[in-house]
């Protein structure tokens, strides 16, 4: 989309920045994720908002921007967290250093009647994620808010440009999209967000950059490939979207995604890999090796069966690339290496041969995309499925037999929550395998078999997670199918984790 009167935000390393933009969308304006050394490079910006990080403005590498370029546009600013420390220096104040972290909810109590805060709640909780604080103030600021000790967190410097020392963009700040829709209305004018404005924006942009060369697409029958699948036929490139069997995959998983792409009217070729895929993980139970080897053994895979292949798609999301800190410009902490981030593919995005036209999406961006092109309610709803399967499901080495247990407490507890009618009001839900051995009894006779984990969880995008308070007879009816018909099986568990501090998935 243009550059035009949209919001700019500047990513100085938090992993929620791209929340900031998501809420930005929501709110029904277009918003773009920038790297603080292009601010030069923004067009005509109707807003800015720069980021949180996890760096201290005391470090020598600390993230830095060319204040008179920001004074220069004119335009509503607002720093957070992080962002709202570099204006106060900026301002003529100060930071102070501190290895105390305050992380968690926080009253949020406002002084005066900034538009800032207009028709927010007093003690309205807001979600603090930091370390250092502002400690001296420049002459030109005004405290509009502070924290419940009276301390400031919500700062404002000549009626536009303002700091909140919260983060807004995350649901555990009650009235965050208030705060942000309020700061937007400071705007003269922003650039509306329209799904449709952005399918035809991706599609131009994707014949631009592939022209006549053919694509791969990698399919796993998830929401994000069957989207990117969809979308690059709708673009009319020449594409080749093949279907990875990895052995890793759930229960009859391989013919309900050959069946759903002859509904779409898709072709695919299907590559049984199963038997490569369980021998490069056999005996490795480290996490990052087992993400690691699958992304490898995909690629290779995929080049073997298609030669010299000028371009490979991916539906790789932004939680992915955030997570993974795979930008080389990126300054956030890596969490995890995505499946999609490993050498092979950061060697071909150098020689430009990737396309990831959902790499600046969430997964329910992604769905409400799906819905644009025509995709069916069945197979856009389906849960998110980690591109390295049943692996990270597995803690430990994996093997068959381990696999095969998974697969079947999974399609289980699957089956009750639609029997139940849970499924839809669930994000994301599965079973898997905790590999340590504890005595039960089955048959009057004493077991020695593994436990099962259920998790199930509520979510807006993967960067954060809720477990669900399923109904006790649904658990019930699980647990004991399970014990009765899973071979290997004698304990059921409920995970209660949220993310974070826990992951979704168990690696």
């Known amino acids: 989309m243009e550059e035009e009167n949209h919001v700019a935000v500047f990513d100085f390393g938090s992993q929620y920045t791209q929340l900031i933009v998501r809420r930005v969308r929501e709110l029904g304006f277009f918003a773009k994720l920038y790297e603080p050394d292009e601010i030069g490079e923004i067009g005509t910006p109707g807003a800015i908002i720069l980021s949180g990080g996890p760096k201290s403005t005391s470090d020598d590498d600390a993230p830095d921007i060319d204040f008179e370029a920001l004074k220069g546009y004119g335009v509503p600013v607002l720093g957070v967290c992080y962002g709202m420390q570099l204006l106060n220096i900026k301002f003529g104040g100060s930071v102070k250093a501190s290895n105390h972290r305050e992380y968690g909810g926080a009253a949020l109590h406002v002084q005066g009647d900034s538009p800032l805060y207009f028709g927010v709640t007093d003690k309205s909780q807001v979600w603090m994620s930091h370390s250092d604080t502002v400690e001296d103030l420049g002459e030109s600021?005004?405290?509009?808010?502070?924290?419940?000790?009276?301390?400031?967190?919500?700062?404002?410097?000549?009626?536009?440009?303002?700091?909140?020392?919260?983060?807004?963009?995350?649901?555990?700040?009650?009235?965050?999209?208030?705060?942000?829709?309020?700061?937007?209305?400071?705007?003269?004018?922003?650039?509306?967000?329209?799904?449709?404005?952005?399918?035809?924006?991706?599609?131009?942009?994707?014949?631009?950059?592939?022209?006549?060369?053919?694509?791969?697409?990698?399919?796993?029958?998830?929401?994000?490939?069957?989207?990117?699948?969809?979308?690059?036929?709708e673009a009319g490139v020449n594409v080749r979207a093949i279907f990875v069997d990895n052995g890793l995959l759930r229960k009859d998983e391989a013919r309900q995604v050959q069946e759903n792409f002859a509904r779409m009217n898709v072709p695919i070729e299907t590559v049984d890999a199963s038997a490569e895929f369980l021998a490069g993980l056999a005996g490795k139970d480290d996490p990052e090796e087992k993400r690691k080897i699958i992304g490898n053994l995909f690629i290779k895979v995929f080049w073997d069966s298609v030669g010299d292949a000028e371009m490979l798609a991916q539906g790789t999301l932004y939680p992915d690339v955030i997570e993974s800190a795979s930008n080389a410009k990126s300054k956030a902490s890596v969490i995890k290496?995505?499946?999609?981030?490993?050498?092979?593919?950061?060697?071909?995005?150098?020689?430009?041969?990737?396309?990831?036209?959902?790499?600046?999406?969430?997964?329910?961006?992604?769905?409400?995309?799906?819905?644009?092109?025509?995709?069916?309610?069945?197979?856009?709803?389906?849960?998110?499925?980690?591109?390295?399967?049943l692996a990270v499901r597995c803690p430990g080495a994996v093997d068959l037999e381990r696999l095969d247990i998974i697969r079947e407490c999974d399609a289980i507890f699957i089956g009750k929550l639609k029997e139940h009618g849970w499924y839809d009001k669930v994000w994301q839900a599965y079973a898997g395998l905790i590999p340590v051995k504890t005595v039960g009894v089955k048959g009057d006779e004493r077991s020695y078999e593994w436990a099962t984990n259920l998790r199930a969880v509520i979510s807006e995008d993967a960067m954060t997670a809720e477990w669900v308070d399923l109904p006790a007879q649904l658990l019930r009816e699980t647990s004991q199918d399970i014990l009765n018909q899973v071979s290997g099986i004698n304990r059921v568990l409920y995970d209660i984790s949220t993310k974070p501090p826990a992951s979704i998935e168990w690696e």
Not at 364 to 373: F, K, Q, T
């Open 141 to 233: 600021v005004q405290v509009i808010a502070t924290n419940q000790k009276g301390t400031p967190v919500s700062l404002c410097w000549n009626e536009l440009f303002y700091g909140i020392q919260y983060h807004p963009e995350v649901t555990h700040s009650h009235e965050g999209n208030v705060i942000l829709r309020n700061f937007l209305g400071l705007a003269k004018q922003l650039q509306p967000f329209k799904i449709e404005d952005f399918k035809r924006d991706m599609i131009n942009g994707i014949r631009e950059r592939v022209g006549d060369r053919q694509v791969v697409c990698g399919v796993s029958g998830g929401v994000d490939s069957t989207v990117l699948a969809v979308l690059l036929q």
């Open 337 to 389: 290496t995505h499946h999609n981030r490993v050498p092979k593919i950061l060697e071909l995005q150098e020689q430009g041969k990737v396309l990831e036209p959902l790499a600046e999406l969430f997964k329910d961006e992604v769905r409400e995309l799906g819905a644009a092109l025509g995709i069916e309610p069945d197979i856009l709803n389906r849960h998110p499925f980690p591109g390295p399967g």
